[in-house]
């Protein structure tokens, strides 16, 4: 079981990495080399290395990077995943976001390609912050213009998906973030299935409002309804 990683040393955060990787492919929501995951540590962000498959990944392989100072600046034995930008844009932006995680996953993958954002098909949707989780404009992996379009994506959500690529999640920390990417897959899938059986019904703003409601009431900043 992935802990919360806030109150971790360096050292635990990062085998909680190599341990998220890992489960992330063990589960079927990423493939291969595919995907990355970072953790926010004080005023640093560990990430994952490039193209180190993650059965082969050792904690001290994970990157280090600084939130302020020198942009692109790292340390470490191995280079950051080509996709820090985002990363590192992310926690920068986002002061909220203590982890995370991008994936291939499939579902989210075959939206992202068809380029259809997912509306509230359900109301676990309230769980990303609003009443869809959007698509983020086409850029190549690892440049500024992928990070800048996935900001826009993520305004006033936690969620987005990647035209062509993938999906990105955050949370508070690296278990929630995990929640979260198992989360937008799932409701991926349903989403992708109803419009095989002529679409949802999608739930209204009053009611996803309500959902979000309840949501801080029931514990669900923590764990799934």
Known sequence: MIERVNRMTEAEIRRAIVDACRHMNAIGINQGTSGNISVRNGKTMLITP?????????????????LEGTYGEWTGRLQPSTEWRFHLDILRARPEAGAIVHAHAAYCTVLAIARKAIPACHYMMAA????????ADYATFGTSELS?????????????LLANHGMIVFGPNLARAMWAAVELETISKQYYLSLLIGGPHVLSDAEIAETALKFGSYGAQDRAA
């Open 50 to 66: 490039s193209a180190v498959p993650y059965d082969e990944m050792r904690p001290e392989d994970i990157a280090v990077m600084p």
């Open 148 to 160: 800048r379009n996935a900001l826009k994506a993520l305004e006033g959500r936690s969620a987005c």
């Open 128 to 135: 990303f912050g609003g009443t869809d989780v959007r698509v």
